[in-house]
């Protein structure tokens, strides 16, 4: 069945550190992948998707690539601030959308000031 | 306005209850889920309903059954409530096909004392 495996944490990091979050994924066809974030007593709120091979999203500084030769989507941000502390989940979804999200485990993230 | 919205925000109850959780969302979308989120993060779908049609359903206890008396609503019954029922319960809708992600309510806290 689909996969998503992504690193866990918690990952700590100075604020203006560089971020990247490893995201690999296994799937049947053709799947779309996004990236959630879920602040402290908070629901998930969609970050960034991609939905075909080569596709860049974007959103608040975060970037992921839809690499499908290594089937992966890592999440990469230049400069952390303390406001990005959140858990991060990797998704994907597939099965022209009625089917529910495959998600990862979740990577805490802690930005120290 | 709130697009997805879940009542109540938090829930205690005892070991054996019957208790329901509210979801609305007004966003238009024909398909609606119910997740549920264990104390490690991990989020697992329980239900899909697209068009007040159960789509999926996940090795779920037939304690638990969804309820959808609209497009725009799908609610949660939980029968003879189990300690290990406590989790946040997230309510999400998507619109048509697999690459618009899915938007997620802001989450319900259970727990079954």
């Known amino acids: ?113 | 306005d709130t697009a997805v919205s879940q009542t109540p925000k938090y829930l205690v109850t005892q070991m054996g209850n019957d208790k329901s959780i509210k979801c609305e969302q007004n966003l238009g979308h024909d398909t609606m889920y119910w997740y549920k989120q264990d104390s490690k993060k991990f989020l697992k779908i329980m239900f899909s309903y697209n068009n007040k049609e159960l789509i999926i359903n996940e090795t779920v206890p037939n304690r638990f059954s969804p309820k959808s008396p609209d497009k725009a609503h799908l609610n949660l019954h939980i029968n003879s409530l189990e300690l290990g029922d406590s989790a946040v319960y997230f309510c999400a809708s998507s619109p048509p096909g697999s690459g618009g992600g899915q938007y997620f309510g802001p989450g319900t806290r259970l727990l079954v004392l």
Not at chain 1, 42 to 66: C, M, P, R, V, W
Not at chain 1, 106 to 113: A, D, E, S, V, Y
């Open chain 1, 1 to 113: 069945g689909d996969s998503v495996t992504q690193m866990e944490g918690p990952v700590t990091l100075s604020e203006e550190a560089f971020l990247t979050i490893n995201c690999t994924y296994t799937a049947t066809g053709y799947p779309s992948l996004f990236w959630y974030v879920q602040y402290p007593g908070e629901g998930l709120q969609l970050l960034l998707k991609a939905t075909k091979a080569d596709d860049k999203g974007s959103n608040k500084g975060f970037e992921a690539t839809y690499r499908k030769e290594t089937t992966s989507f890592h999440l990469e941000k230049g400069s952390v601030q303390v406001s990005d502390s959140a858990v991060y989940f990797c998704a994907l979804g597939t099965g022209g959308g009625a089917d529910g999200l495959t998600f990862g485990k979740g990577t805490h993230l802690i930005i120290q000031p």
